[in-house]
């Protein structure tokens, strides 16, 4: 892997370095996509992905305090657990050894038989995001199996979501998408960065983008290239929004190892 920008020192990039993240709350997203734009093949991610993009995927795991995803993407991407990085486990460091994922879903139509809650380590449970209107016999069954948080009254409000999370001490948040997931995160000024890999591949007509849903309100949220990482084809570029943290008085933090 090397780096194309900002211009490269000597040897292999500081990848763990390079990704850090800034003090303070953060919320970051990880998508890859095609050279045409496509957010999966098939329905999932997997065919657009590389041997560099799943390494930084485990470091981005590794260096988050939780992992936010939507019910859609659990289901379709078969989700479970996070699983420990033998590569990047000094990263947690006086964490669990693991960050919990965290479910977002206004109906509840997940599976608490699922891997993804029998498995889950006791210090790094997972999460349900749900909403005040949701069943009450569904919410019961499932916090006998996760911590279900309430955020938003008919739907899942993501400002209310995010607050939950810091509330309870994740302050460095991992959103995975899906798509849904990622629009109303940038729609509501949430999302401080996106981390988003290009695959040197044209997937065709029919595959949606990374972000789906209603325009944004505000209009196009704008970008800034942090760097770009190049292996074998694939592109891994990070981009921040601190355009737009900059306007509103919240200039970024300094980066910190985690």
């Known amino acids: 892997m090397r780096q194309l ?3 490269p020192g000597p040897g292999d990039p500081d990848l763990a370095a390079l990704y850090a993240y800034p003090s303070g709350p953060w919320l970051r997203g990880n998508m890859v996509a095609s050279a045409d734009g496509a957010g999966s ?3 999932v991610s997997a065919g657009l992905s590389s041997d560099a993009d799943r390494q930084v995927f485990a470091l981005l795991r ?4 939780v992992i936010v995803v939507g019910s859609g993407t659990v289901k379709d991407e078969h989700y479970g657990p996070a699983r420990r990085s033998k590569l990047w486990s000094h990263l947690r460091a006086g964490r669990p050894a693991t960050p919990p994922i965290a479910v977002v879903s ?3 139509d997940l599976d608490p038989a699922s891997r993804l809650f029998t498995e889950a380590p006791p210090d790094a449970r997972t999460i349900v ?3 005040v209107k949701a069943s009450a016999d569904l919410r019961a069954g499932l916090a006998q199996h996760a911590d279900v948080i309430t955020a938003g009254e008919a739907a899942v409000d993501a400002t209310a979501a995010v607050r ?3 509330d309870r001490g994740y302050q460095r948040l991992l959103t995975e998408g899906g798509p849904h997931l990622l629009a109303q995160f940038a729609a509501a000024g949430l999302l401080d960065e996106l981390c988003l890999t290009i695959g040197p591949l044209l997937a065709g ?3 949606g983008r990374i972000l789906s849903g209603d325009p944004f309100p505000a209009g196009p949220l704008p970008l800034a290239l942090a760097h770009v990482l190049e292996d074998d084809g694939f592109l891994m570029c990070r981009y921040t929004a601190h355009l737009c943290r900059t306007r509103s008085g919240t200039p970024p933090g300094e980066p910190v190892t985690a």
């Open 164 to 166: 939950a999370l810091a």
């Open 5 to 7: 920008i900002p211009s």
């Open 41 to 43: 093949l098939g329905g």
């Open 129 to 131: 995001i749900t909403t």
């Open 62 to 65: 590794a260096l988050a305090d």
């Open 106 to 108: 206004g109906r509840l």
């Open 205 to 207: 007509p029919g595959a």
